[in-house]
Structure formats: structure tokens, C-alpha cells
């Protein structure tokens, strides 16, 4: 078997620091030119702890709401040229113009361009987020083309620029699979035309799914290349995806081998030790280590590498890291996986 070469990236989502509030990050992002100086520091902040931590595609540092990010900017009757169809030139996302400075230096110390993730909400999540059943086609193609607006505008600002580049876009479906009203109807063609832009401009396409449900509808988009699966919460999930339907449609898959869900694991831990995580900070490390180990994160990528071997192509924490109650708590997390794949390596 020859030797497997994963990507690890991140979902990002992260905590914010001690003495930044989500209040003021909303109005930060809500007046940018007022409040740059100190937003630009935040954003290059938590993205240099990324680095640090040994992620190799890190993703933009989100801390904003997902849903409002783009469904505020969609709904702007100043910012669309048709209903819920955002104008090319406001598809943006702020974050990226922030990571500049960061992406300069880099390069300076290291002499590669930064490789980023860029992360959006995908169509079915904003459309099930903002309307009600039934689905109107119409609606849902605006709502799947402004999505696939901000990761062509993205994409491009990166090519303007000589220091970072997108070279993974993923669509965030958290709630496919997971809410019953959601139905197959219109899933396809939407997905599609979220993901165009970036399949054509040769970037990995990822879908980011909290439930594999989905995944054979998902395997039927030619835009998609690669399946989000969050395997280290739940083991089990691996079992509903079937390696050769994988071969068949070509996908990879990314393989969630830190477990994120901290208040699940903070309460098996309580009842296992009776204590109170939440009140204790030591708690708090002491199951971020027992849970996420390096050597809980290797034995989870060797399982999941027996079944799928060469059709997995990104590893990472399970989903973002912003319910975790401190930065220093998400970086371990971070860094015992970057541990843990080098362990699974040599």
C-alpha cells in the first residue's frame, strides 16, 4: 500500500479570547473600518495559533454567527441584483482581506504561499434557516448561487494576491441528515451550483455534514470532491459509508479524528470521575487529554485509513472548536492531532 499523504485542516470555528466579547465581534464585523486595527489582530491572532499548532490548511478563524454572515448580506436589497442573489462584488467574506499581513509573513519566514480553507454555509442550511417547507426551486438556486459567489470572489482575491491561497472550499450542511424536513428534493442542483466555481477552478471541494445520511445524494454532485464525516464523536458513522460507492463516484472523504463535542464529553467525564469540568479548569485539560490524545487521534485514523485507505484526503478535529471555553483549550485540541497524524505516519 503505498504511503498516505493526508491534509490537516480545521473547521473554524474557534473561542474567543479572554475579554473579547461576541458582542463586540458583531459590531466589529458590522463597521470593519472602525474597528480594524484590533480585528485584524484577533484574525491573525487565532489563525498564527492554527499555524502553530501544525494545521496545514487552517480555515479562516469564524466568529461570526454562520447563518447571518450570509443570509444578512443576501437579503440586503443594496447588496443583490435579484432576490436573495448577491451582487459578484459584495460576495465577500471580511475575514480573508485581515489575513494579509499574516499571509506576507509567512511567506517571508518559510518561503511557501499560505494554504488557507475557506468555509460557507451551504444553500439547504440557509433556505431551511430563513423559510419554511416546501422548497421553492426558484429561491433555493439564488440562495445556491450567491454561496458559490462568495467562494468565487474568494477565490479570485486570493489569485490577486501573492501570499495566500484558497486551496479548499467547503460547504457547511451541518443540518442535512439531521433535520427531518429536510427532503432530497432540490439538494442536488443546489449543491451543484454552490460548488461550480470552485470545482472548475480546480480547488478541493469539501461538503461539511453532521450526519452521512446524505452521503450517496451527496456522491451524485460533480461539484463535490470530498465528504465531511464526523467519525470521532461517532465511531459508528463510518460504518453507513460504503468504500466502493466511494471508488465508484470518485470522493474522498475527511475524517474527523478529534472528537469537539466538549459539553458531551465534559458530562461522561463528570459522571465517570464525579467531578464538575465546568467549574474546574483542570478538569477541563484533563479530559481534552483523555479524549483527544495523540494516541486517541492516531488509533482513530488508523481504523478509519483499514477501511477507506487512499480515499481519505483531509483529517481533523470532528467540527469547529468555537464551544470550547478557552483558546488554550481549543489549541491542545489542535495541537495533540497534529501529534497524533505524525505518530500515525512514522
Known amino acids: 500500500m503505498t504511503h498516505p499523504n493526508f491534509l490537516y485542516d480545521d473547521i473554524g470555528s474557534y473561542p474567543l479570547p479572554e ?9 466589529a464585523f458590522a463597521d ?13 491572532d487565532t489563525l498564527q495559533q492554527k499555524l502553530n499548532a501544525g494545521v496545514e490548511v487552517p480555515t ?15 437579503m440586503n436589497d443594496d447588496r443583490t441584483e435579484a432576490p436573495l442573489l448577491i451582487k459578484e462584488a459584495e460576495a465577500r467574506i471580511p475575514e480573508l482581506a485581515a489575513l494579509e499581513d499574516l499571509a506576507k509573513v509567512y511567506k517571508k519566514q518559510t518561503g511557501e504561499k499560505l494554504k488557507l480553507r ?12 430563513l423559510f419554511t417547507p416546501p422548497v421553492y426551486t426558484d429561491v433555493l438556486s439564488n440562495i445556491a448561487n450567491s454561496v458559490g459567489r462568495f467562494i468565487k470572489h474568494a477565490v479570485e482575491e486570493a489569485k490577486g494576491n501573492r501570499n495566500y491561497d484558497v486551496v479548499c472550499a467547503s460547504i457547511d450542511e451541518p443540518s ?22 470552485a470545482f ?17 445524494t451527496v456522491c451524485q454532485v460533480k461539484g463535490l470532491t470530498v465528504i465531511g464525516v464526523e467519525s470521532a464523536a461517532q465511531p459508528s458513522l463510518l460504518e453507513l459509508i460504503d468504500k466502493e460507492q466511494l471508488d465508484n463516484y470518485d470522493k474522498f472523504l475527511r475524517i474527523g479524528v478529534a472528537r469537539t463535542d466538549i459539553l458531551s464529553m465534559a458530562a461522561e467525564y463528570d459522571e465517570l470521575h464525579h467531578t464538575n469540568a465546568f467549574k474546574d479548569k483542570g478538569v477541563l485539560e484533563a479530559i481534552v487529554t483523555e479524549y483527544n490524545s495523540p494516541e486517541q487521534v492516531t488509533k482513530r485514523l488508523e481504523k478509519a485509513y483499514s477501511i477507506f485507505g487512499e480515499r481519505i484526503k483531509y483529517v481533523g478535529p470532528d467540527c469547529g472548536l ?22 500515525f505516519y512514522k
Open 19 to 27: 475579554g473579547v466579547t461576541k458582542d463586540w465581534v458583531k459590531q
Open 32 to 44: 470593519v473600518e472602525s474597528h480594524k486595527t484590533k480585528l485584524h489582530e484577533l484574525l491573525q
Open 60 to 74: 479562516y478563524p469564524q466568529f461570526q454567527n454562520m447563518i447571518t454572515q450570509f443570509s444578512e448580506p443576501i
Open 118 to 129: 475557506i468555509c460557507v454555509t451551504g444553500p439547504i442550511e440557509l433556505y431551511y434557516k
Open 176 to 197: 442535512m441528515g439531521l433535520d427531518p424536513r429536510i427532503e432530497k428534493e432540490g439538494i442536488i442542483t443546489a449543491l451543484e451550483l454552490a460548488s461550480d466555481y
Open 200 to 216: 472548475r477552478a480546480g480547488i478541493d471541494t469539501q461538503i461539511h455534514l453532521h450526519s452521512p445520511i446524505f452521503y450517496e
Open 322 to 343: 468555537g464551544s470550547f471555553p478557552t483558546q488554550e483549550l481549543a489549541y491542545m485540541v489542535l495541537k495533540n492531532t497534529s501529534e497524533g497524524i505524525k505518530a
